[in-house]
């Protein structure tokens, strides 16, 4: 079945360092890949995401690049910030949404 | 606009109780619903969805049910509560069929069971 593995965390950065966070999956067909954010005590939210292979998806200073040649859709962001601390999941949709297991993400001020 | 909300927001319960979380969509018709449970440094599991009033699929086995009396209208339930219950239960609405695979999140309701 389809299944989505993320690095393990938690990351821990400081103030306007590089992050990524690495992301694999695992899919028959050509799935849909997602990033959501859950900021502490918050229920989850969209972050990016992309439909097929080579998009790049970016919000919030935050992007992704959908790469079917290594399945990965690893999430970089140049410069991160102290509001960025904050759980990562990745996620792939072919006829249902399957979750990684979620990175932690701490930066320090 | 539409907004989805869950209650209670904290919840304490003692092993053996009931249980009965409700969330409601506003904004929106015939919304996909579904119910995930977050436990402590783990992801995520989907535990039920419905793509319509009084159709609910379970997608694993335990003591809790859901129900969907209403088109905007989640609720998760249990008679008997177990200590392994304990977490931050979700629930979210899709568009159509879930097709796109964007989700939409409530609060989360957290559950300590005793």
């Known amino acids: 079945g389809n299944s989505v593995t993320q690095m393990e965390g938690p990351v821990t950065l400081s103030e306007e360092a590089f992050l990524t966070i690495n992301c694999t999956y695992t899919a028959t067909g050509y799935p849909s890949l997602f990033w959501y954010v859950q900021y502490p005590g918050e229920g989850l939210q969209l972050l990016l995401k992309?439909?097929?292979?080579?998009d790049k998806g970016s919000n919030k200073g935050f992007e992704a690049t959908y790469r079917k040649e290594t399945t990965s859709f690893h999430l970089e962001k140049g410069s991160v910030q102290v509001s960025d601390s904050a759980v990562y999941f990745c996620?792939?949709?072919?006829?249902?949404?399957?979750f990684g297991a979620g990175t932690i993400l701490r930066v320090k001020s | 606009s539409q907004t989805i909300h869950q209650w209670p927001a904290t919840l304490v319960q003692p092993v053996g109780s009931p249980l009965s979380l409700e969330c409601t969509v506003e904004?929106?018709?015939?919304?996909?619903l579904y119910w995930y449970r977050q436990a402590a440094g783990r992801g995520l599991q989907l535990l039920f969805y419905?793509?319509?009033?009084?159709?609910i699929s379970s997608e694993v086995p335990q003591n809790l049910s859901a129900s969907r009396p209403q088109d905007r209208q989640f609720i998760l339930s249990s008679k008997k509560l177990l200590l392994s219950d304990s977490g931050f239960y979700l629930c979210a609405w899709s568009k159509l069929a879930g097709s796109t695979g964007e989700l939409f999140f409530g609060e989360g309701s957290r559950l300590t069971v005793l």
């Open positions: 992309a439909t097929k292979a080579d």
């Open positions: 419905s793509v319509g009033i009084g159709q």
């Open positions: 996620a792939l949709y072919g006829n249902k949404l399957v």
């Open positions: 904004g929106t018709s015939n919304p996909n």
